[in-house]
C-alpha cells in the first residue's frame, strides 16, 4: 500500500525496488487546557497569572522520515515509535500602562515530557554517522525524545512622552533557557545538558516617529531605526557534533515610507525604504541549519557552512487602483 490508495504487487526477486517504510496506522490523544486570572490594582497596574496543559502529536517528519534533506545537507531518520508531547507551563506578568511610558515584565516555566529534538549520530567505529547516496557523504541526524525543561521571561518599556505623541521609543529584552532532564533512555551528560536550536538572550531597541497628519504631498510619514542584539549562544547541544556555539551580533536597520496624496488628500500611492544588517555584519544565526552545510565560504572568520543575509535594502511601491 503506497498510502495513496494505490495498490502495488510486491516482487521480491526485484532488485530494483526497495522498501521504504513499513504500513503505519497509530491514533495520538491527549488533553489540552489553560486557565488565568488578571487582578486591576487600578487603571493602569495590572497582574496575570495562567497555568496550561498542552500536548502536541509527532508530525509526519518526526515518525517516518528517512532521506536526504536538501534544505539542511543531512540525512533525516524519524522514529515510528514516538509518543506525543505534553507540556505544563506557569506564566506570570506585571503591566503598567502610563500616560508616558508602558512597562511590562513576564516570566515563565514549562516542564516538557516526551520533547521531540534532533540529535547527530555517531558511527560504531567513532566520528560522524555517514550516509551515502550518488557518490556524496551526508551526516546523518535522528530524531529523539527526553524529558525537557524550558524557562525564561521577556521584559519590555515603550516611551512615548506626552505632548509627542508622533515618538516611541521601544526597548525589549527576551530570555529563554532550555534543560535537557533526561528519560527515554537519554543520558545526560555536559554535552547533552543543553537542548539543540535555542535562541540566545535577545535584546530589541526601536526609535520610532509617526505623523499621521498630511504634510505638503506627504501623509502618514514614519522614520524608524533600530538595533538588534543577539548573545552568544553558549548553551548548545555540543554531543557528536550535533551543534555548535555561536557568537554575539548587532544588527542595524531603517525604514521610511509614506503616502503621496494629491490636493484632495486622495492616495496618489505609497512608498516604503527599507534596509536591514546595515552594517553588513557576517553572522550565522543560532537558530539557522544552513551554518552546517557546505564548507564555503571560506573568509577570515573561519567559520564554514552558509551565513545569513547582508546588508539588503528594499523598495515597495504600492498604486491603489
Not at 551515502?132 to 551526516?139: D, E, H, K, L, R
Not at 535584546?203 to 505638503?216: S, V
Not at 492616495?267 to 537558530?287: E, H, K
Request: glycine letters at 8%; proline letters at 4%.
Amino acid at each position: 500500500m503506497t498510502g495513496f490508495e494505490i495498490q502495488s504487487t510486491s516482487n521480491p526477486n526485484d532488485s530494483t525496488v526497495t522498501k521504504q517504510f513499513e504500513s503505519y496506522r497509530h491514533t495520538f490523544s491527549g488533553v489540552s487546557a489553560s486557565g488565568g486570572a488578571t487582578y486591576n490594582f487600578n487603571e493602569r497596574f495590572c497582574l496575570k497569572a495562567n497555568v496550561s496543559r498542552g500536548y502536541r502529536s509527532p508530525n509526519i517528519s518526526e515518525i517516518s522520515a528517512k532521506g536526504v534533506h536538501p534544505g539542511t545537507g543531512f540525512q533525516q531518520l524519524g522514529d515510528a515509535n514516538f509518543k506525543p508531547e505534553f507540556s505544563l507551563q506557569g506564566d506570570l506578568g506585571s503591566f503598567y500602562y502610563g500616560k508616558h511610558f508602558t512597562v511590562s515584565l513576564e516570566v515563565f516555566h514549562n516542564y516538557l515530557t516526551n520533547y521531540i529534538f534532533n540529535q547527530k549520530l555517531q558511527s560504531t567505529q567513532g566520528g560522524d554517522s555517514l550516509f551515502v547516496q550518488s557518490g556524496n557523504a551526508y551526516p546523518v541526524f535522528k530524531f529523539h525524545q527526553t524529558n525537557a525543561r524550558l524557562f525564561g521571561g521577556e521584559a519590555s518599556i515603550d516611551l512615548h512622552p506626552h505632548p509627542y505623541d508622533w515618538l516611541h521609543f521601544e526597548n525589549s529584552v527576551s530570555v529563554v533557557m532550555a534543560e535537557n532532564l533526561g528519560g527515554n533512555e537519554a543520558t545526560i551528560t555536559d554535552s547533552t545538558k543543553y537542548l539543540p536550536y535555542i535562541t540566545p538572550i535577545r535584546t530589541n531597541h526601536e526609535i520610532r516617529a509617526e505623523w499621521n497628519k498630511k504634510i505638503a504631498c506627504f501623509s502618514n510619514l514614519f522614520l524608524r531605526f533600530g538595533v538588534q542584539y543577539f548573545a552568544p549562544q553558549n548553551r548548545a547541544f555540543l554531543a557528536y557534533n550535533t551543534e555548535t556555539k555561536t557568537l554575539g551580533y548587532t544588527l542595524l536597520e531603517a525604514a521610511i515610507g509614506t503616502d503621496f496624496v494629491n490636493k484632495k488628500g486622495k492616495t496618489l500611492f505609497t512608498l516604503n525604504i527599507i534596509g536591514t544588517n546595515l552594517a553588513d555584519v557576517a553572522y550565522q544565526s543560532n537558530m539557522s541549519r544552513l551554518k552546517y552545510m557546505d564548507s564555503s565560504p571560506q573568509n577570515w572568520t573561519g567559520r564554514s557552512g552558509i551565513y545569513n543575509m547582508g546588508r539588503n535594502i528594499s523598495v515597495k511601491v504600492t498604486i491603489p487602483l
